[in-house]
């Protein structure tokens, strides 16, 4: 059984709510950091990041960083690490006890994320994206 805010959420409304924080974290461009190597000037980000609530408080993921590098274990690892950075309020926030993130080739041009999230108070959720990599590169190109 999971309560948010007080409320009994249903099985249905749960994997909903965890669904779309999983989906803004991860898909939403989060501004680079200075350290960050660009392609271009182009530091993206939401602007609201700019305004923050609490100190270091950001939305989205650095995973559009990787839109021109090519599918290696160290992209891979770096995948990772900046979907476990985007999902990482989860954990601060008391959302869930516990988190996975599992990136993998997935054939020549496709790369799979799995995201496994888990509360104690009822059965781990797993959310999976067959193709990131098409996500990220058609993302990028309509902005």
Do not use: C, K
């Not at 650095?62 to 995948?79: C, K």
């Amino acid at each position: 059984m999971t309560v948010i805010s007080g409320a009994v959420l249903t099985t249905r409304e749960r994997e909903t709510l965890y669904r779309r924080a999983v989906v803004i974290s991860l898909f939403s461009w989060r501004r680079a950091l200075p350290s960050d190597v660009l392609d271009d000037d182009e530091r993206m980000g939401w602007w609201g990041d700019s305004y923050p609530l609490r100190d270091n408080d950001r939305t989205g993921s650095r995973l559009w960083l990787l839109r021109r590098r090519s599918i290696t274990s160290q992209t891979l690892a770096d995948a990772r690490q900046y979907a476990l950075e985007a999902l990482q309020w989860l954990r601060d926030d008391r959302m869930v006890s516990s988190l996975a993130v599992d990136v993998a080739r997935n054939g020549l041009h496709a790369v799979r994320l799995t995201v496994t999230l888990d509360e104690h108070s009822d059965a781990p959720l797993r959310f999976e994206w067959d193709d990131i990599w098409r996500t990220i590169g058609r993302t990028i190109h309509a902005v």
